[in-house]
T-cell receptor
Framework: QKEVEQNSGPLSVPEGAIASLNCTYS??????FFWYRQYSGKSPELIMS????GDKEDGRFTAQLNKASQYVSLLIRDSQPSDSATYLC??????????FGSGTRLQVQP | DVKVTQSSRYLVKRTGEKVFLECVQD?????MFWYRQDPGLGLRLIYF???????EKGDIPEGYSVSREKKERFSLILESASTNQTSMYLC?????????FGQGTRLTVV
């Protein structure tokens, strides 16, 4: 079983819709969770962090965490073509280094 | 803002050459990391360092070494470059949780 699993996509949504990106992780000791956005040919950029169960909202982004189910998700409301990118999930397991999922590619259709 | 700077954006090297990739961060972070990213394989950890002169192997250290003589600088060394080391190399630094990335070095070994 992979440490971090994400559907590779592409996930295609129309402009203005809600994009839902999902991630499951295997290490029950994971305490902190991060979402990165990576545009093609660029490096990953941190966009959200979440540390406790429930929802955390930041602008059009909402991160959701369910530690019992070992599940974390990212919702993007009012999706824009500029949101088209690969989104990487990264739980912090205390190894000192983040372990990244392979990412979900999101395409927002104008 | 955290700034992580990698010395080169693009590099082309010949098989068998010794290659140095340099990374500098300006936020006094203790932890620094080298990842490589390949299509379909995601981000894989090569080496990381949690203090000056301290290093630990990541998931794929073979063919690489690192050097950290100063807190702000972390170098990745390819002892004898091979074509299977053609990849995007990403340096990151961390305060212990979320990581911040440099712009990446796309290395081609011919």
């Amino acid at each position: 079983q992979k440490e971090v699993e994400q559907n590779s996509g592409p996930l295609s949504v129309p402009e203005g819709a809600i994009a839902s990106l999902n991630c499951t992780y295997s290490d029950r000791g994971s305490q902190s969770f991060f979402w990165y956005r990576q545009y093609s040919g660029k490096s990953p950029e941190l966009i959200m962090s979440i540390y406790s169960n429930g929802d955390k909202e930041d602008g059009r982004f909402t991160a959701q965490l369910n530690k019992a189910s070992q599940y974390v998700s990212l919702l993007i409301r009012d999706s824009q073509p500029s949101d088209s990118a690969t989104y990487l999930c990264a739980p912090y397991t205390g190894r000192r280094a983040l372990t990244f999922g392979s990412g979900t590619r999101l395409q927002v259709q104008p | 803002d955290v700034k992580v700077t990698q010395s080169s954006r693009y590099l082309v090297k010949r098989t068998g050459e010794k290659v140095f990739l340099e990374c500098v961060q300006d936020m006094d972070h203790e932890n620094m990391f080298w990842y490589r990213q390949d299509p379909g394989l995601g981000l894989r950890l090569i080496y990381f360092s949690y203090d000056v002169k301290m290093k630990e192997k990541g998931d794929i250290p073979e063919g690489y070494s690192v050097s950290r003589e100063k807190k702000e600088r972390f170098s990745l060394i390819l002892e004898s470059a091979s074509t299977n080391q053609t990849s995007m190399y990403l340096c990151a630094s961390s305060n212990g949780y979320e990581a911040f990335f440099g712009q990446g070095t796309r290395l081609t070994v011919v």
